[in-house]
């Protein structure tokens, strides 16, 4: 009731007075009204990104972004429903609302942008697309796969990308496209195609612990591209893309200042500086400027921990793949992943 | 008390309400849904109409009859699309319906053992759902290895978990889609025309086509090349001969698979409803089993067996839609692809619709008039 | 010795003696006989060889698998849950195992013939659905609530198969009587839904359902894809079943509703009273059918993304460790599909052949 209250306080408030620089977001409110945030899944498992673990819950660094969001904007890692969907599904069920923001791994292209109505976050990962290839055919590039079989994900960048590559370097080839990563992996497992095209970092994933032996696969040296991934999210509400981009903000600010799920409560007990001291709302300003609680981060990086402690969680160190994080660290470790400046 | 002029002047108002308020519920529900749609695409600032067909797709899928590029329009595509989607459903609709009249003769037949192992058949294929079996045979397939660790049969076709390589005539693909066409219209003629009959048509069909497929070949082939091109390995690949890719291998066995047990119960009422008294005719007059079958049974059972058996076509070609659960190109597949790719979802989904409309209305049609053929010989 | 013609021989006795009359009557029909039952038992052998006798049953036995030529059921020990369940909460499984028997308990009261009254079955599978609608979903009982995304598996082609029967069969009544409708708008509207429909591959249907309807409704009526895709496929199943109606009433004398209409009984009653028992006791082998062919096309929605148990069945052969077992969870699944769907096809022959015997 109260809730109410104070919505309609605010939305009074900005009819009277329309200036009042506060965010105001339709899917934030309907999120807020409905108490559950809907997130993307896959149908099936993409490894490291979105998977079903042995309990049948869903993880994953994408599915981690969406529990971090759901903190952000809910106050409760929990309140989230992960919505089963195939790559072809994804912008569909997005402009319908069957759900509120696609984090699954996808590329900011320009069609999406423009003719599909989509508007993208910030990036929150770089991987770029490259070939895995059976081990035994002895190539280590792609001109060895002269005359081959290539098996692509249907409905992808990659699948133009790739088709684009071979395009150029008028290499003899045959192409097979399935509906969902499993079908896909299970392919070229089973030895239907002699060499996959994927991402980057989910062709590392795949290798590191979905095959038997690693070495009887190898990763090509040519790289197709590196492509930015972000949230996707329907046109016409800038209030959510900024919160999007504030929660991907305060998760690469918290690692940069050094805050974790651990240290969390004592950071914002003393805070060594008025940066952290605004950031996890010890000082007013975080939340009042998006619409949301000020101790919305804080919440959040208690919840799920900052970008670091997610990346090794799901891919890095702490997970069964350990994956380098390479260009996706801090500006500051080599990487290209930057925050805007907390003002 | 109301009189009866009453009385029926009352029941025309009320079939005149009923039937205006159906118009009019119906109208506004058109009305609102293009409205609405309209709002939402202008709300998600989405593009809308047929211009996107003339773009190039920039993609590249798995199976084609005719020459492809990734710089072809999408018009073009989805035309691939339904030529596979046809080709793979006639395919279908003669394998299934060959098989489907062997099992449905053998589940008709005093011998027991013959009967027995038909029902098994018809039993294990009949109650798996088509795209579980669809997709089980095509996993077990996938797995039997590269093109290196094909299988050799007398060295002229290989089986791998890459497709089947048989030895084929050397024609270009085009002039091999021509020359289908080219029997499939003789074979109309042949079988439409009343004046010849019906199992010599097929077989001055089979016999023409082959004649020309052959001469085609000798006309058209390479310089230096053989009439026959056989298929062998090269790289990484057989190259030579035609190449059958596992996943058309895998609809078209497990389509004809499960369509045949359906259409072997077809076969199967039809041949009981045949009077005893007729086979018992037939064998007094000295005609073995096989002229019985031929002669009597069949032409007999036809006509009961024509319009499920129509059905059972069409179902055949909708049946190819299951080519999105193996990787295999049909009109469905692509369709779904050039939505996620082109984000065109209402215009594809159309054409999608309006296509299937069109195929099941003339498989409709031909039915029929397979019907008012067979049943005028009767007479 | 005419004691022995009036005891007619049992049905036993004449399978076998027909068995051995046209089975081994001949030298040729002797060899045929042998030859097909020793390649059928052969592949028999061979499968229970692999099935049963080398099999490893246990998941913890699961590295003599390699070296056991058979099958590997450890798989099946180690996922079934994931199979049968797919997404939902790993602690309230049981509570989809109860749902699941719902559903199944009320298709098998529907088959005994006291409960073949409209009203009867209306009731008995309204009951089931609502048992199974408010385990699975939890928050009216007071348990912890599951959304329809985190249905899966064996509970989740369960509750499609009876939620489209259950939402289908009225509405194919419907589009049966007005199919015979008097007036012509009534008709023609019937008939154009009904020829539409079963035109199109139900796949098409179902993916339009799912995808591209939202963008003909007002938010307020978009609701859950899975209501949607629900609710196209009983359309689906409507189309189908307002054909087997029609071949009911067709079984029908027009007199009836003639002889009722001068005994001053209104259409409705006509209808209820008299006519529709007799519709659907003519329908009943080919509406057991009807339902036999929705529980398997369930299977398709595997394609537009719902983790029914063909989906769940996939996921479970996914990991590394898994992957070279995709045969047995294949066989599983299919086995559970084939049960339920062998059986009540019998069920529906069973029936058929019962009727033609009363009508005779």
């Keep these: 009731m109260l809730k109410r209250l104070t919505a309609g306080a605010v939305a009074a408030a900005s009819l009277v007075a329309p200036q009042m620089a506060v965010a105001q977001s339709a899917t934030v409110q309907q999120i807020m009204d409905r108490g559950t945030m809907l997130c993307s899944g896959h149908n099936g498992s993409y490894f490291g990104f979105v998977e079903v673990n042995d309990k049948n819950e869903w993880k994953g660094l994408d599915i981690d972004l969406c529990r971090a969001l759901t903190t952000a904007i809910l106050g409760d890692p929990d309140a989230n429903q992960i919505v089963p969907l195939s790559w072809a599904q994804r912008f569909p069920a997005l402009q319908s609302g069957d759900v509120d923001i696609i984090i699954k791994a996808t590329g900011w292209t320009m069609g999406r942008d423009t003719e599909l109505g989509l508007q993208f976050s910030l990036p929150y990962f770089f991987g770029g697309t490259q070939f895995m290839a059976h081990g035994d055919l002895g190539i280590t590039d792609t001109s060895g796969l002269e005359g081959g079989t290539i098996c692509v994900e249907a409905g992808t960048t990659i699948e133009r990308l790739a088709a684009n590559y071979f395009e150029t370097t008028q290499l003899d080839h045959d192409m097979v496209s399935y509906e969902s990563a499993a079908e896909?992996?299970?392919?070229?497992?089973?030895?239907?195609?002699?060499?996959?095209?994927?991402?980057g970092p989910n062709l590392a994933v795949l290798r590191a612990t979905e095959i038997d032996d690693p070495d009887a696969h190898v990763i090509l040296e040519d790289q197709l591209s590196s492509e930015p991934i972000a949230a996707a999210?329907?046109?016409?509400?800038?209030?959510?893309?900024?919160?999007?981009?504030?929660?991907i903000a305060a998760l690469l600010i918290a690692e940069e200042e050094g805050i974790t799920s651990a240290n969390v409560e004592e950071m914002a007990a003393t805070p060594p500086n008025p940066k952290v001291a605004r950031l996890l709302g010890v000082e007013p300003g975080m939340g009042e400027?998006?619409?949301?609680?000020?101790?919305?981060?804080?919440?959040?990086?208690?919840?799920?921990?900052?970008?670091?402690?997610?990346?090794?969680?799901?891919?890095?160190?702490?997970?069964?793949?350990?994956?380098?994080r390479g260009l996706n660290n801090l500006w500051s470790h080599g990487g290209v992943l930057y925050a805007p400046i907390l003002d | 008390m109301a009189t009866a002029e009453e009385l029926r002047a009352k029941a025309k108002q009320r079939r005149l309400i009923i039937q205006s308020a159906i118009i009019t519920i119906t109208v506004l529900v058109v009305w609102g849904a293009v409205s609405n749609a309209q709002y939402n695409l202008t709300r998600l600032n989405m593009t809308s109409g047929f211009a996107f067909l003339d773009r190039g797709t920039g993609w590249d899928y798995s199976f084609s009859l005719v020459e492809r590029s990734i710089n072809d329009r999408y018009s073009y595509t989805l035309f691939v699309g339904l030529l596979n989607t046809l080709?793979?459903?006639?395919?279908?609709?003669?394998?299934?319906?060959?098989?489907?009249?062997?099992?449905?003769t053998m589940r008709d037949a005093r011998h027991p053992a013959v009967a027995f192992a038909a029902n098994v058949y018809v039993q294990i294929f009949r109650n798996i759902p088509l795209i579980l079996q669809a997709i089980f045979l095509y996993a077990v397939l996938i797995h039997m290895g590269g093109p290196r660790q094909a299988m050799s049969f007398a060295d002229i076709a290989y089986l791998s978990g890459r497709g089947l390589m048989l030895p084929g005539l050397n024609v270009s693909p085009t002039m091999a889609v021509s020359l289908l066409l080219l029997s499939l219209a003789i074979g109309v003629g042949l079988i439409g025309s009343k004046k010849t009959k019906l199992w010599r048509g097929i077989g001055i069909w089979v016999g023409a086509s082959v004649v020309l497929a052959v001469l085609a070949a000798l006309v058209t082939r390479p310089e230096g090349e053989g009439v026959m091109s056989i298929p062998a390995l090269q790289g990484l690949r057989f190259t030579g001969g035609v190449s059958v890719p596992i996943e058309l291998l895998a609809m078209i066995i497990s389509i004809t698979l499960y369509g045949s047990a359906y259409i072997a119960e077809i076969v199967r009422g039809g041949l009981k409803q045949v009077p005893k008294g007729l086979v018992e005719a037939g064998q007094a007059l000295g005609l073995n089993h096989m002229s019985i079958w031929s002669r009597i049974k069949v032409p007999m059972a036809l006509r009961s067996i024509i319009p499920p058996l129509g059905n059972q076509w069409i179902f055949m070609m909708k049946a190819t839609t299951i080519g999105i659960a193996v990787g295999f190109s049909d009109l469905f597949y692509i369709t779904v692809n050039s939505i996620s790719q082109s984000g065109q979802t209402l215009?594809?989904?159309?054409?999608?619709?309006?296509?299937?409309?069109?195929?099941?209305?003339?498989?409709?049609?031909?039915t029929n008039w397979l019907n008012a053929r067979l049943a005028l010989k009767e007479h | 010795m005419a004691a022995i013609d009036i005891i007619p021989p049992s049905r036993f006795e004449l399978a076998r003696k027909r068995f051995i009359k046209y089975g081994f009557g001949t030298p040729l029909a002797a060899v045929l006989s042998m030859l097909i039952f020793a390649i059928l038992g052969m592949i028999a052998w061979r499968f229970l060889d692999w099935a049963v006798f080398q099999a490893v049953w246990s998941a913890d036995a699961v590295d003599q698998c390699?070296?056991?030529?058979?099958?590997?059921?450890?798989?099946?020990?180690?996922?079934?849950?994931?199979?049968?369940?797919?997404?939902?909460?790993?602690?309230?499984?049981?509570?989809?195992s109860l749902a699941a028997l719902a559903i199944v308990t009320t298709v098998l009261l529907s088959c005994f013939p006291a409960m073949w009254q409209a009203r009867r079955l209306g009731i008995l599978w309204i009951i089931g659905f609502a048992t199974y609608y408010l385990l699975m979903e939890g928050s009216l009982l007071g348990l912890q609530q599951v959304t329809t995304d985190g249905w899966g598996g064996l509970s989740l082609t369960l509750f499609l198969f009876a939620a489209v029967v259950l939402l289908g069969m009225p509405m194919g009544l419907g589009l049966a009587l007005m199919r015979r409708s008097d007036m012509p708008i009534v008709r023609w509207f019937a008939v154009f839904i009904i020829d539409t429909v079963r035109s199109l591959p139900l796949v098409t249907t179902l993916f339009t359902a799912a995808v591209v309807v939202p963008l003909f409704l007002p938010g307020w009526l978009v609701g859950d894809k899975i209501w949607r895709v629900i609710f196209a496929f009983a359309m689906f199943f409507a189309c189908y079943q307002a054909e087997v109606f029609r071949g009911g009433f067709q079984a029908i004398p027009k007199g009836q509703f003639e002889a009722g209409k001068a005994l001053g009984i209104s259409y409705w009653s006509i209808l209820g009273k008299i006519v529709l028992p007799q519709v659907f006791r003519h329908a009943l082998p080919s509406t057991i059918n009807m339902v036999v062919v929705t529980f398997k096309e369930t299977a398709i929605v595997t394609i537009i993304g719902f983790f029914d148990i063909l989906a769940s069945g996939k996921t479970a052969f996914g990991t590394a460790e898994w992957a070279p077992y995709y045969i047995e969870v294949y066989l599983f699944v299919a086995a559970i599909y084939w049960v339920f769907i062998f059986s009540l096809g019998q069920y529906g022959e069973y029936l058929k052949g019962r009727m033609e015997i009363n009508e005779r």
């Design chain 2, 347 to 366: 215009e594809l989904i159309l054409i999608l619709m309006l296509t299937f409309l069109a195929i099941n209305y003339s498989i409709a049609i031909f």
């Design chain 2, 87 to 104: 080709f793979v459903g006639f395919i279908c609709i003669i394998t299934t319906t060959i098989f489907g009249f062997l099992i449905g």
């Design chain 1, 184 to 199: 896909l992996r299970s392919a070229y497992l089973a030895n239907r195609c002699d060499a996959f095209a994927g991402w």
């Design chain 1, 233 to 247: 999210m329907r046109q016409g509400d800038e209030g959510f893309v900024d919160t999007v981009n504030w929660v």
């Design chain 1, 289 to 324: 400027r998006l619409g949301m609680r000020d101790t919305w981060a804080r919440e959040m990086i208690a919840a799920v921990g900052n970008f670091g402690e997610i990346y090794d969680r799901n891919l890095g160190k702490d997970s069964p793949y350990n994956l380098d």
């Design chain 3, 66 to 96: 390699t070296e056991h030529g058979g099958a590997c059921w450890s798989v099946i020990d180690a996922r079934h849950r994931l199979i049968l369940f797919g997404t939902y909460p790993y602690d309230e499984h049981w509570r989809s």
